[in-house]
């Protein structure tokens, strides 16, 4: 006898995002998507290189769709 178990478990994909403030345009970063903790690793070196004080973007993580 044979059984299986289906599940909605899957793996879960993230990127980072990145929103101009002025225009709320949003901006999906281009590389490939990581687990949970990188992509929350990258965005915070992104908005610490790129603008430390939240004037112009805001760096997010964002699941994939």
């Not at 403030?21 to 949970?36: A, C, F, I, Q």
């Amino acid at each position: 006898m044979f059984a299986s178990i289906v599940s909605s478990d899957r793996c879960q994909l993230y990127t980072v995002v990145r929103t101009d403030l002025l225009s709320w345009d949003r901006e999906v970063l281009t590389y490939p998507p990581t687990d949970y903790m990188t992509a929350v690793a990258r965005s915070l070196d992104y908005q610490r290189q790129f603008d430390p004080s939240l004037e112009r973007y805001d760096y997010r993580v964002a699941m994939c769709d």
